[in-house]
């Protein structure tokens, strides 16, 4: 596979609104290894294999437990993950996959009693970037380096 197209050269003006969003993430009060879990899940979903090997190694440098990496695509099997975590996972798969949810009651109810209603739309804007990111890094074959 061959990179098709540097989107950041392509359109500068597009990448700096894409990196206000991950300034505002930056500042959210939401957990650096709970972004990084979010980021991997999300782009595991998406198979963009830029963003998994990026944010694979970004949860490494940032003390993330290799275990619980390698069983993060099984989270609702392994108990290696907080009742936070895991309702930011079930909230992730919901949103990745928004065609096929439509976020259900139940992913809601799940995610209320663990996040502020500002985490829950800092949370939200996480999953979409990195959807976005994702659909970046895919569209124009984006390569791990």
Same mark, same amino acid.
């Given at each position: 596979?061959?990179?098709?197209?540097?989107?950041?050269?392509?359109?500068?003006?597009?990448?700096?609104?894409?990196?206000?969003?991950?300034?505002?993430?930056?500042?959210?009060?939401?957990?650096?290894?709970?972004?990084?879990?979010?980021?991997?899940?999300?782009?595991?979903?998406?198979?963009?294999?830029?963003?998994?090997?990026?944010?694979?190694?970004? @949860?490494?440098?940032?003390? #993330?437990?290799?275990? !619980?990496? /390698?069983?993060?695509? +099984?989270?609702?099997? &392994?108990?290696?993950?907080?009742?936070?975590?895991?309702? @930011?996972?079930?909230?992730? #798969?919901?949103?990745? !996959?928004? /065609?096929?949810?439509? +976020?259900?009651?139940? &992913?809601?109810?799940?995610?209320?009693?663990?996040?502020?209603?500002?985490?829950?739309?800092?949370?939200?804007?996480?999953?979409?970037?990195?959807?976005?990111?994702?659909?970046?890094?895919?569209?124009?074959?984006?390569?791990?380096?």
């Amino acid at each position: 596979m061959t990179t098709r197209l540097d989107f950041y050269k392509a359109s500068p003006d597009a990448m700096k609104a894409m990196n206000a969003l991950e300034q505002r993430i930056a500042k959210s009060g939401l957990e650096k290894p709970l972004v990084e879990l979010v980021r991997l899940r999300a782009s595991q979903i998406n198979g963009c294999s830029y963003c998994i090997d990026l944010h694979s190694s970004d @949860a490494r440098k940032a003390g #993330e437990d290799a275990r !619980r990496l /390698a069983t993060l695509a +099984v989270w609702h099997g &392994v108990p290696f993950f907080s009742d936070r975590e895991r309702a @930011a996972l079930a909230w992730t #798969e919901s949103l990745t !996959r928004v /065609a096929e949810t439509h +976020v259900p009651d139940a &992913v809601w109810d799940r995610i209320r009693p663990h996040f502020t209603p500002e985490e829950i739309v800092d949370l939200t804007l996480l999953v979409n970037t990195i959807n976005a990111w994702n659909r970046f890094a895919i569209a124009f074959r984006k390569l791990p380096g």
